[in-house]
C-alpha cells in the first residue's frame, strides 16, 4: 500500500503518511513505514555498489577526522564503506 502511494505520487507526503483508515493500529502503520524506508535505502545500497568498493572507499568515514567502526562484528573494528553500510542495515532487518 506505501509503494502504490509512493508511486503513484512521491511527493504527497502527506497521503503517504496518513494512515489508510482510522482504526489502523499506529504503531503497526509507523512499522510498514520504517520497513519501506529500509527496502528505499536497500535500493541505494545498490546504486553505491558500483562505486563504493571496499578498494575505493576502504573505510567509512564522516572526513579526515571522522571515522565510523562497524558495530556488526563483535569488537566494534573498521571496515569497508560498503560494507559498514550492509551490515548496518542487515542489523536494522534482524
Known amino acids: 500500500y506505501i509503494l502504490d502511494l509512493i508511486r503513484s ?3 504527497d507526503i502527506e497521503k503517504i503518511c496518513e ?3 482510522p482504526d489502523t493500529d499506529i504503531l503497526a502503520w509507523q512499522y510498514e513505514h520504517l520497513r519501506q ?3 528505499e535505502l ?3 545500497l545498490v546504486a553505491l555498489a ?3 568498493t571496499p578498494e575505493t572507499c576502504p573505510k567509512m568515514t564522516a572526513s579526515n577526522d571522522w571515522q565510523y567502526l562497524c ?3 563483535r569488537k566494534p573494528q573498521d571496515c569497508a564503506a560498503i560494507h559498514y553500510i550492509t ?3 542487515d542489523g536494522s532487518t534482524e
Open 9 to 11: 505520487n512521491p511527493s
Open 19 to 21: 494512515p489508510p483508515s
Open 37 to 39: 524506508f529500509v527496502l
Open 42 to 44: 536497500n535500493l541505494v
Open 50 to 52: 558500483g562505486e563504493c
Open 71 to 73: 558495530a556488526a562484528h
Open 87 to 89: 551490515h548496518t542495515i
